[in-house]
Each structure stands twice: as C-alpha cells, then as structure tokens.
C-alpha cells in the first residue's frame, strides 16, 4: 500500500509538469472542477498504481531483454506524468493525504 505522508514528496516533479505537459494539467484541472476530493484521491490513487505497475514491466522487460519495448517506455512516462499531474490537482485542492480520502469513501458503516 503507497502511503505519502503529503504531496512535497513529488514536488520537483509536479513543477515540472506544468512545463513540459500543460495541456495534461489543463485537462485535469478542468475536469477536477466536478469532482470531490475522495474522486481526485481515487484519481491520483489509480494514476499511482498505473505508474507502479508500468515501472514494473519495464523494469521486468529490462531485466529480461536488456531493454524495455517503446511503447513499455512511452506507458511507464505517460503514467509518471499522470501521478504528478494529479499530484498538483489534489495540492491545488488542499488534499495533504489521500488516507483520510480514500478511508472516508470506503468506509463500511
């Protein structure tokens, strides 16, 4: 389970996202305007997971090839681009921590 005590963990990151992606933060800020803060924390949850799960494979495919395929690449640096776009969207939102967003909206009464 990813716990981030707060978002300054992806800082650097995420400011270098508005440069070299704009039209992605764009986006994503447009469409976070309908959203609560449990649905941006299920957003940047998932976007985390991808970016888990694409930095494997490639990882596995390095490991097994000596190289990862272009499109293993390109899905491993969309995914990052991703986490740190939703990153900026849930500081911008004032979420410090997705456990308490994520627990609220599965808790089982």
């Known amino acids: 389970m990813l716990h981030f005590s707060n978002f300054d963990d992806v800082a650097c990151i995420a400011n270098g996202?508005?440069?070299?992606?704009?039209?992605?933060?764009?986006?994503l800020?447009?469409?976070?305007?309908?959203l609560s803060a449990s649905d941006i924390a299920a957003h940047l949850a998932g976007a985390i997971a991808n970016a888990t799960d694409a930095a494997?494979?490639?990882?596995?495919?390095?490991a097994q090839?000596?190289?990862g395929r272009p499109e293993t690449q390109v899905d491993?640096?969309?995914?990052?681009?991703?986490?740190?776009?939703w990153s900026i969207i849930a500081t911008e939102h004032q979420i410090a921590?997705?456990?308490?967003?994520l627990l609220e909206a599965t808790s089982i009464h």
């Open 97 to 101: 921590s997705l456990d308490a967003c």
């Open 76 to 85: 491993q640096e969309y995914f990052e681009e991703l986490v740190a776009a």
């Open 29 to 34: 800020r447009n469409q976070a305007h309908h």
């Open 56 to 62: 494997h494979a490639l990882a596995w495919e390095e």
């Open 65 to 67: 090839f000596g190289e």
């Open 17 to 27: 996202i508005t440069i070299t992606n704009p039209a992605m933060v764009a986006r």
